[in-house]
């Protein structure tokens, strides 16, 4: 990996010469990323965004934590103890930079040692998942590092507007595979990441999957065709 997500969040934070990232993935051509997104305040984050944030209680740990931003909220508005994850070393420098007390750099699926009342993954949370066939590790993870009590707070996006529609209103999908896997691949300063899976997940994917590996599940609020849902443990 090499990292172009982290670089990008470091040039901005430390104003030298950042540029926009581009995005592109299986389905759809390149796009602009503005960096300064990623540095948003609690008052320019999304509805789903800002629901989460003001839902979540207790230890928190914000997977995917990127620049850090939903972390400094509920560390420093919040006053809630906060871990800050990612796999990034770039975005970790920069959150600790930033102030977030305890940020690690690992992958969520080899993190351990602590459970948390709330977990956050925001931003399309469930691109972590990857592909269908790897989310029963992720949510059993999540099962680990979730306290009894506890919940897990997610969003992702139902991408079946961004296919064909015929005269009947039937979608044209991929005959193979599960429409919201994607191929990802990210771009700065003309450096391109390895792509990456990256998963979209209706609804009903997510409950089905999260039933099966002992979560209740609710949908706590739809914006459009993306949604943030919370889990609890059976």
Known sequence: MKDLMGKAIWDYH??????????????????????????????EMNALEQKALESSYGKVLD????????????QDIRNLDVVALDISPKSIQ??????IKKAVCENMLDFSGETFDTILLLMNGTGIFG???????????????????????????????????DEDGGVYIPAEGYYGELDYIVHYKGESEDPIKWLYLDFETLKNAAENNGFNIEKVMQDEDAYLAKLMKK
Not at 23 to 40: A, H, K, M, Q
């Open 131 to 165: 592909s269908l066939a790897e989310i029963d590790n992720y949510l059993q993870k999540l099962h680990l590092l979730l306290n009894d009590n506890g919940q897990v707070l997610i969003d992702s996006t139902d991408i079946l507007y961004m296919f064909d529609r």
């Open 94 to 99: 920069v959150c600790q930079i930033r102030g």
């Open 14 to 43: 430390h104003n030298e010469d950042p540029e926009d990232l581009q995005t592109e993935t299986s389905i759809s051509e390149l796009d602009e990323l503005p960096v300064d997104y990623l540095f948003r305040t609690f008052e």
């Open 63 to 74: 997977i995917g934590a990127g620049a850090g931003s939903h972390s400094l909220y509920l």
